[in-house]
């Protein structure tokens, strides 16, 4: 999806979201596509692309919590790859690995006001 696709799908979950309710997204550094490629994220791309869904945009994790913020949600925990292998392939002793590109985020529905959207 394109970034606005993305924003106006987060922005749609906002939305319809009871306060609380939480939301897990994944989601490629924006740089990694901006900046060169590892090898994980080149092969990834290039199958996306030969199957006609090339990989559009990302997220920036330095700028994801003000994001969110905007769209009525609250970044609580955002994992790159380094991050979830340590968590979750600690003790694995298979080949699968998170690229350190990848993110796990997890976010909550904000309170609104009365009257808001």
């Known amino acids: 999806l394109t970034h606005e696709a993305n924003l106006a799908t987060l922005q749609g979950?906002?939305?319809c979201s009871a306060p609380g309710s939480e939301l897990i997204l994944t989601?490629?550094?924006?740089?990694?596509?901006?900046?060169?490629?590892?090898?994980?994220?080149?092969?990834?791309?290039?199958?996306l692309r030969s199957a006609g869904e090339p990989w559009l945009s990302g997220f920036d994790p330095s700028r994801l919590a003000d994001t969110l913020r905007a769209l009525?949600?609250?970044?609580?925990?955002?994992?790159?790859?380094?991050?979830?292998r340590a968590r979750y392939c600690r003790d694995s002793?298979?080949?699968?690995?998170?690229a350190p590109a990848f993110h796990i985020?997890?976010?909550?529905?904000?309170?609104?006001?009365?009257g808001a959207a």
């Open 93 to 98: 002793r298979d080949a699968l690995r998170p």
């Open 13 to 15: 979950i906002a939305d």
């Open 72 to 84: 009525g949600l609250t970044l609580v925990e955002d994992l790159d790859g380094q991050d979830a």
């Open 27 to 47: 989601y490629l550094d924006q740089g990694e596509l901006d900046h060169g490629e590892s090898v994980d994220v080149g092969r990834l791309r290039g199958t």
């Open 105 to 114: 985020a997890r976010a909550q529905a904000a309170e609104r006001t009365l």
